[in-house]
């Protein structure tokens, strides 16, 4: 997946984001209404296809090594 796909799946998500929740009248957030429950299995691997692909890159990077010493510290003040 290049940046150039990456950025643009990350406008689509936030844009979604955007659209799942409506304001009413008195300035409550209610949850929009659920999407039509009728995708075809082809349309919903897809989908599939295109979360994985963002979200693959993240899984793939190393964990920074300041939560790594985090982790340790943890660790080692639960042995008595």
Known sequence: ???????KAQRRMAVDASKS??????????PAAKPD???????????????RAVFDSVAEEPVPEHLLR????????GEN
């Open 1 to 7: 997946m290049t940046e150039d796909d990456k950025d």
């Open 21 to 30: 929740a409506e304001r009413q009248d008195d300035g409550v957030l209610e």
């Open 37 to 51: 429950a009728s995708m075809s299995p082809a349309l919903q691997a897809h989908i599939g296809r295109q979360v």
């Open 70 to 77: 985090l982790l340790k510290d943890l660790d080692d003040s």
